[in-house]
């Protein structure tokens, strides 16, 4: 097995019960998306090793766990944060050169998890029922009761944040979970074990198992164990996931993507819109499920807007995530085949390349980076304006006017964001009630945070994660009424 200066140490191996469990078979390689060289070998947990992973799971929800009081529930998490943040500058330098992302960037990942465990913990001793008034005869009220054993089928993108996101409210409401992450960025998840330990937590409560999705995914979303999956990915493997979880009578949360426009008013802050339109569309070179991939312009100022952002782009650098690059690879090969494609259909069918479009091999890297793009889509039909592309590309569309903007906004099969620029605050309400989005940004894209509930509408999905609305995945209502 070969391995990567930077993540010597790290244990591979499936995390089961509380010890690391060693297996033999095939394995996993994950890259380094800068060079394409393989950082190490995971190995590959089978159904065998998944179902042992749930049962444990199972186990733990009638033995220790359940005799962890909610307060030191709250203590345990609170510890987890303290214990992520410790280790803040190793968990994001494993997670830079892992994802390729930007050190920078990497770093807020981590700060951010480490808070997810820390919003939660504050509200792990507070989850109480209702009294319920039926009259002087009965005694009614509600119970907050643990869902059960839970799958967090985790993306590349974002994989120590999207681990904490699920599996903090999770603890926090006493259930238990079994953590697959991405086969393309296991590694900071195999990390979180430690942490976990290290506060408190009882075994068998949290487990990790690595492997593809049509191996150990299909394993655990099919487990009848499993009391709800939450899904974070492609709408073609959402839909299998949903399937999966149907068999055994499972709840989701499913989040799968988007294609979300950013609209651009003429009375917008020019510089405030610059700034925004750049971040939303090129952070993590737009492998980002919320990411502003389209931007709705209105005419009058389209074509000084689009130069002043086509210049900016111009002097953006690109290297290796340890680097901070303003543009880092994207995660695979296969990523930037994807990418390539849909550009070039798109050109192909009429859309106007303003800049970028092609593949690019930064001085002495031969990993996968693709150019930062902005392409006209003239008709909505595009390819570029309909597809999401999750790469470093802008889809640009031109609005005649704020109705029109509005009707260009709402002109895809997705629903996860919408973002706005105006003075105007009467249309920047109007846009957000008109929108079918779970999230709407009102002059600043990526708005909000770990307190405020994210999800989709249409084909981006459903349910709510983050916020207090996280948390309602993972609890059951019980109802108890007596007559007195």
């Not at 042992?52 to 359940?66: C, M, Q, T, Y």
């Not at 001085?363 to 592309?389: M, R, Y």
């Not at 002109?411 to 009630?433: H, M, N, P, Q, W």
């Not at 948390?471 to 019980?478: E, G, H, I, N, Q």
Request: charged share 20%.
């Amino acid at each position: 097995m070969t391995f990567h200066h930077h993540i010597e140490g790290i244990s591979l191996d499936p995390y089961v019960n509380g010890a690391r469990r060693k297996i033999s078979g095939d394995v996993h390689p994950t890259y380094d998306p800068a060079t394409g060289e393989v950082l190490c070998e995971v190995p590959v947990s089978d159904a065998s090793v998944v179902d042992e992973a749930v049962e444990a799971s199972r186990a733990a929800l009638k033995g220790a766990w359940a005799n962890v009081t909610p307060a030191e529930r709250s203590r345990m998490l609170f510890r987890v944060a303290q214990f992520i943040r410790a280790d803040a500058q190793r968990l994001a330098t494993v997670e830079c050169i892992d994802s390729g992302k930007p050190l920078r960037e990497a770093v807020g990942d981590i700060e951010t998890s480490a808070r997810y465990f820390e919003y939660y913990a504050g509200i792990a001793d507070k989850l109480q029922g209702d009294t319920i008034p039926l009259g002087k005869d009965f005694v009614s009220f509600t119970l907050h009761e643990p869902i059960g054993a839970t799958a967090h089928i985790i993306p590349w993108n974002f994989p120590l944040v999207t681990t904490a996101r699920g599996l903090a409210p999770a603890l926090a409401a006493g259930a238990t979970a079994v953590i697959k992450p991405a086969e393309q960025t296991p590694l900071t998840a195999l990390m979180l074990p430690e942490y976990l330990e290290k506060a408190g937590i009882p075994a068998g409560v949290v487990n990790v198992v690595c492997g593809p999705g049509r191996t150990t995914g299909s394993a655990l979303t099919q487990h009848p164990g499993i009391a709800h999956v939450t899904f974070t990915g492609s709408v073609a493997t959402g839909k299998t996931v949903m399937m999966a979880a149907a068999s055994h009578v499972a709840s989701v949360t499913m989040e799968l993507g988007g294609k979300s426009p950013v609209v651009v008013l003429a009375d917008a802050d020019r510089e405030a819109a610059l700034e925004g339109v750049l971040k939303a569309i090129f952070t993590n070179a737009g492998q980002v499920c919320s990411a502003g991939s389209r931007l709705v312009v209105e005419r009058s100022i389209a074509d000084s807007f689009l130069a002043s952002l086509v210049e900016r782009i111009g002097a953006f650098t690109f290297g290796r995530g340890l680097d901070n690059p303003n543009i880092g690879p994207v995660v695979s090969k296969d990523q930037l085949a994807k990418i390539e494609t849909i550009v070039n259909d798109s050109v192909a069918a009429g859309a106007t390349l303003l800049t970028g479009g092609r593949v690019k091999k930064p001085d002495g890297l031969n990993g996968w980076f693709f150019e930062p793009t902005v392409l006209v889509a003239h008709e909505p039909s595009t390819k570029c304006a309909q597809e999401e592309i999750f790469g470093p590309v802008l889809t640009v569309q031109i609005a005649e006017n704020f109705e029109h903007a509005c009707e260009l906004a709402e002109g895809t099969e997705f629903g996860l964001v919408a973002g706005i620029y105006t003075k105007d605050v009467s249309k920047a309400l109007k846009f957000s009630r008109h929108v079918s989005s779970g999230q709407v940004f009102i002059n600043q894209y990526f708005a909000g945070g770990v307190e405020t509930p994210f999800g989709g509408t249409k084909n981006s999905g459903f349910g709510r994660e983050k916020g207090l609305e996280g948390l309602k995945a993972y609890y059951t209502v019980k109802t108890v009424t007596a007559r007195i």
